[in-house]
């Protein structure tokens, strides 16, 4: 039995009871509780189809090829990318990320600051609706620091994405080689 039958039959219950105390003619149950049956049910579909549309922005965000940069072994810090596309029906914003594989996970971008690429933490990443935003090396990313566990090519590491909400998502990123040669003199360990 789906739940608005289980509904319908509970509403149908209470006026047969009522029907029974009020000594009310059929007729007249008849109409009202065809009436108020239908309204009830009616809101009740109402309030089922709000909270639908509503859902939460975890729901409506899809990750396109997430990955944690392979390092090596003794570096403390990494960093993970992918693509964040907001499918909801709102703009959000992604707030914090954890992974049990990293002591903390901060979410960072690089800027250019005297002619130098640098990294610097940012308190979100906004998520405008319906577009796709690019974590990628020498962008935004998510920075692993204080690495708990070795970073074995192919293998997954777990993150959680906390959205502007408070609704998360999990995601499994494999473990990955930078393909892209991005150091220059010395500069190299801001690039991720
Ligand atoms: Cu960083």
Redesign the pocket.
Do not use: K, L
């Given at each position: 039995m789906s739940f608005s039958s289980a509904f319908e039959s509970a509403i149908y219950g209470y006026f047969r009871r009522r029907l029974i105390e009020d000594s009310d003619t059929h007729e007249e149950f008849s109409k009202m509780s065809c009436f108020k049956r239908f309204s009830l049910v009616g809101l009740f579909l109402i309030c089922a189809g709000q909270a639908a549309v509503a859902g939460n922005v975890a729901d409506g965000i899809m990750v396109d090829d997430p990955y944690v940069r392979a390092v090596p072994p003794g570096q403390p810090n990494s960093?993970s990318f992918m693509g964040l596309h907001n499918m909801g029906k709102e703009g959000s914003a992604l707030t914090a990320a954890s992974s049990p594989a990293a002591e903390v996970v901060?979410l960072?971008t690089h800027t250019m600051e005297e002619g130098m690429m640098r990294?610097r933490k940012v308190e979100k990443i906004d998520l405008p609706v319906g577009e796709m935003v690019k974590l990628q090396p020498g962008g935004l990313?998510l920075?692993l620091i204080g690495l708990k566990q070795k970073l074995v090519q192919d293998e997954k590491v777990s993150l959680t994405l906390t959205f502007e909400d408070g609704s998360s998502l999990q995601v499994d990123a494999p473990v990955r080689k930078l393909q892209m040669r991005m150091k220059q003199d010395g500069h190299q360990r801001h690039m991720?």
């Open positions: 960093a901060e960072h990294m990313h920075m991720h």
